[in-house]
């Protein structure tokens, strides 16, 4: 069992920027791929930035490419979601999420694949 607990979000201007931040307890934490996902009002949660368990290897939506950075720290368990440029369609709930890892490069951006979800954290970017 992994418990995972986001923090980090709030409000702030379109342009912005803000550090989310998940930390899990429970198993070894290294062994897990980690994703952000994120649920806007009335709409489906949607794949944001995935990263394997060695960090090694990362992959972003295209709707947040060049403008987020997931990273991670398995000494602290936990995972960074860096929040930069922020415009208002990024406002949503942000969920990070765990699935056990198949090698050093896996990561998924399906949600079904996660096993371990956090209780979400709210972004809202005012314009």
């Known amino acids: 069992q992994v418990q995972l607990v986001e923090s980090g979000g709030g409000l702030v201007q379109a342009g912005g920027s803000l550090r989310l931040s998940c930390a899990a307890s429970g198993r070894t934490f290294s062994r897990y791929a980690m994703g952000w996902f994120r649920q806007a009002p009335g709409k489906e949660r949607d794949f944001v930035a995935a990263?394997?368990?060695?960090?090694?290897?990362?992959y972003y939506a295209d709707s947040v490419k060049g403008r987020f950075i997931i990273s991670r720290d398995n000494a602290k368990n936990t995972v960074y979601l860096q929040m930069n440029s922020l415009k208002p369609g990024d406002t949503a709930v942000y969920y990070c999420?765990?699935?056990?890892?198949?090698?050093?490069?896996?990561?998924?951006?399906?949600?079904?694949?996660?096993?371990?979800w956090g209780q979400g954290t709210q972004v809202t970017v005012s314009s």
């Open positions: 999420a765990a699935t056990t890892s198949r090698s050093s490069w896996y990561l998924s951006t399906g949600d079904k694949e996660y096993e371990y």
């Open positions: 990263i394997s368990w060695s960090g090694g290897n990362t």
